[in-house]
């Protein structure tokens, strides 16, 4: 079974504080993506990665980056938190080919 | 930009049958799916098409694809409790990235 891990299922930082999230992945999979969801407007990707020390932007970031030093772990950097970065972050990965997305179950962030 | 669209919301009673709506924008999409997060859960994948079908089923699940109108839909037959989920449905970019599109995701809630 593929096992997608986050670090933390809830979170609550100050504004302004530095902000790590991290994800783990044990299926070797190449893909890694961090996506952000608030209601009603979905899944949003904010970066994702297809191999190690990749990274791409996706859609909205922003406020975010990224870091892929080794293949099962990407981690999601707020540099300086704001309150509209409060949201539930889920991580996935997939094979190079991208069929099926397996996600983690997700880590709701609060900024105060 | 590509833009996959849901209604937000839906309601139906216990043994009834749900559709689930969404369109999306990419005609070049070479795979749809539709995704299922449960209450406190990442997302896990529940059924895909390839863009050459009409329609899939599978169980009590039945996708159709309406490529013309750039249209997918699910059909759960006898909707259980324990279908009451987000769903969301994805289209995947076809520019080699293997980036997903999210849809904003149906509120499923079944009344017993």
């Known amino acids: 079974d593929v096992k997608v891990t986050q670090s933390s299922r809830y979170l609550v930082k100050r504004t302004g504080e530095k902000v790590f999230l991290e994800c783990v992945q044990d299926?070797?999979?190449?893909?890694m993506f961090w996506y952000r969801q608030d209601p009603g407007l979905g899944l949003r990707l904010i970066y994702f990665?297809?191999?190690?020390?990749?990274?791409e932007k996706g859609d909205i970031p922003e406020g975010y980056s990224v870091s892929r030093e080794k293949k099962e772990r990407f981690s999601l950097i707020l540099e300086s938190a704001s309150t509209n970065q409060t949201s539930m972050y889920l991580c996935?990965?997939?094979?190079?080919?991208?069929?099926?997305?397996?996600f983690g179950p997700g880590t709701r962030l609060t900024v105060t | 930009g590509e833009d996959v669209e849901q209604s937000l919301f839906l309601s139906v009673r216990e043994g009834d049958s749900s559709v689930i709506n969404c369109t999306y924008t990419?005609?070049?999409?070479?795979?749809l799916y539709w995704y299922k997060q449960e209450p406190g859960a990442g997302l896990q994948l529940l059924t895909y098409?390839?863009?050459?079908?009409d329609m899939k089923q599978d169980q009590r699940l039945t996708v159709l694809l309406n490529k013309k109108d750039k249209h997918l839909s699910l059909r759960i037959a006898d909707t259980q409790t324990g279908d009451s989920a987000i769903y969301f449905c994805?289209?995947?970019?076809?520019?080699?990235?293997?980036?997903?599109?999210f849809g904003t995701g149906t509120r499923l809630k079944v009344l017993a």
């Open positions: 990419d005609s070049s999409s070479t795979y």
């Open positions: 994805a289209e995947i970019e076809t520019s080699g990235t293997y980036k997903y599109i």
């Open positions: 990665s297809y191999d190690v020390k990749m990274k």
């Open positions: 996935a990965s997939s094979e190079p080919t991208g069929n099926e997305q397996y």
């Open positions: 098409i390839f863009s050459n079908m």
């Open positions: 299926m070797d999979h190449e893909n």
